[in-house]
């Protein structure tokens, strides 16, 4: 173990701390800063793993009196890396994890280290639940910042459209209150983009009572991807608020590629199992079926199941204008070829109450959007280029129908124009307000907004 990088500045430094600092050397050093996505191998010059927000205003300064970049850790779940960045200051909120529901008022309060698990399980223990992501181990306030969808959105909205207020640490370590009387730029800000203005410590959120699910998953082989994709876009068609349908595109060594349906409605059984019952219905498949869900065993059945701890991914993602049939032969041809690889393609369903709001009211413009696509690929040790290749292939040819990208999604490894596709028409609104809010560029996590006088980096 190399000896620990502590100095005098940070011995005076973390006895102020209702938390802890973590430095290079210290013996738990390596496991606080490990990645999620072990493709990122970032160094951060400290952890700061707060208890309180006035552990966070602190480490901001420090971190500015160091000369040092900040990234923030909600859940420490990035697909791209950012929470933990080379050579940063890595301000770590899993200590602020307090959930408090006033269900009178139908909100919850809780700490920007809340993971998503947490607060279904706490929600739906009094009966009532907001929108999250399917992953419990999702960050709740990474979500939110980024957008956010999930089981409730076509219904209810994005995470987002759920905050009514958050605190948040400037980067000058002022702390104020957003929300839409308050702040009301911040507030706008944060709704899509808000890694970019601040760290935030607290959030207030709408809740909603909760609904019964009925729903699961139908699977067929893969090889039938032409057939099935049509259907499955005018099955849509038919389709209200109360259900949403994913489709999955999975392949892996030594086993039939499939195409799973992930179907839940928003109501009683026997009305769930008349919605979806056309899915079972396509020719011969391989198995699946639809009942009554526990939502907490749901999301909780996710974990580990896709993309275990331990594991190198590569993602990229498009929202989609249309399932048009150019792109159905584009996914057909992705997972009918031969090679063996372990790869997971998404068509994510969207619409609903996430397109009743105005593109320009949140920082996350992309409202119109029906279908969003994504390819993932995971590995363990070294990448197989090939693999990566093909992946970059399907990005590029379903960029045709392409209007924009879900910020969670993207790497800043993915260069200027994932900012562009990012936050689209927004773009120049939150150009002004970081150089308000953050008129230093400090925090420089997730897909950073440029300088106005610069391009997108």
């Known amino acids: 173990m190399p000896p620990s990088s502590r100095n005098e500045d940070h011995d005076a430094f973390a006895a102020a701390l209702s938390g802890s600092l973590v430095v290079p050397g210290d013996p738990d050093f390596e496991a606080t800063a490990r990645v999620f996505n072990q493709a990122f191998q970032h160094r ?75 607060l279904i399980r706490q929600l739906a ?56 009387t308050q702040e009301p730029d911040l507030f706008w800000a944060l709704r899509g983009a808000g890694a970019n203005v601040g760290v935030v410590t607290k959030l207030v959120l709408r809740v909603h009572e909760l609904p019964s699910v009925y729903g699961g998953t139908f699977a067929y082989h893969a090889g039938r991807a032409a057939d099935l994709l049509p259907r499955y876009r005018a099955f849509l068609e038919t389709l209200g608020d109360d259900t949403t349908v994913y489709v999955g595109l999975e392949t892996a060594p030594n086993t039939f590629p499939s195409l799973t349906f992930m179907a839940f409605h928003l109501g009683p059984p026997d009305e769930g199992e008349a919605v979806l019952h056309p899915l079972t219905t396509w020719g011969r498949s391989l198995g699946g079926g639809f009942s009554e869900v526990d939502v907490v065993a749901l999301h909780h059945d996710t974990e580990n199941e896709t993309f275990p701890e331990g594991f190198s991914h590569s993602w990229r993602s498009h929202f989609l204008s249309a399932l048009d049939d150019a792109a159905i032969a584009t996914l057909s041809a992705a997972v009918s070829d031969s090679v063996q690889r372990s790869s997971w393609t998404v068509l994510e369903h969207m619409g609903g109450a996430i397109g009743r709001v105005d593109p320009a009211s949140t920082a996350f413009a992309h409202r119109g959007v029906q279908l969003g696509w994504v390819s993932a690929l995971k590995w363990q040790g070294a990448p197989d280029p090939d693999a990566l290749a093909w992946q970059e292939w ?24 994932a900012v562009v596709a990012a936050y689209t028409s927004n773009l120049g609104r939150l150009q002004q307000l970081k150089a308000r809010y953050d008129p230093d560029w400090v925090f420089t996590g997730n897909v950073t907004v440029p300088r106005p006088s610069q391009p997108p980096r």
Do not use: W
């Open 44 to 118: 951060p010059r400290l952890v700061v793993r707060c208890s309180t927000t006035d552990d966070v205003v602190a480490a901001v300064r420090h971190a500015r009196a160091a000369g040092l970049p900040v990234t923030v850790r909600s859940g420490g779940h990035a697909h791209g890396g950012a929470s933990v960045g080379e050579g940063a200051a890595v301000i770590d909120l899993r200590g602020l994890d307090t959930i408090e529901v006033d269900r009178e008022a139908m909100t919850a309060t809780l700490g920007g280290g809340v993971v998503s698990g947490a």
């Open 125 to 180: 223990a009094e009966g009532l639940a907001t929108v999250t992501g399917f992953d419990p181990r999702v960050g709740v306030s990474g979500l939110l910042l980024g957008g956010g969808y999930g089981l409730l959105s076509r219904r209810h909205g994005l995470a987002c459209d759920q905050l009514l207020e958050a605190q948040v640490v400037l980067a000058d370590g002022s702390v104020v209150v957003a929300s839409p």
């Open 394 to 417: 399907l990005f590029e040819q379903m960029r045709p129908r392409a209007l924009g990208s879900y910020v969670n999604y993207v790497s800043p490894k993915h260069g200027p124009e």
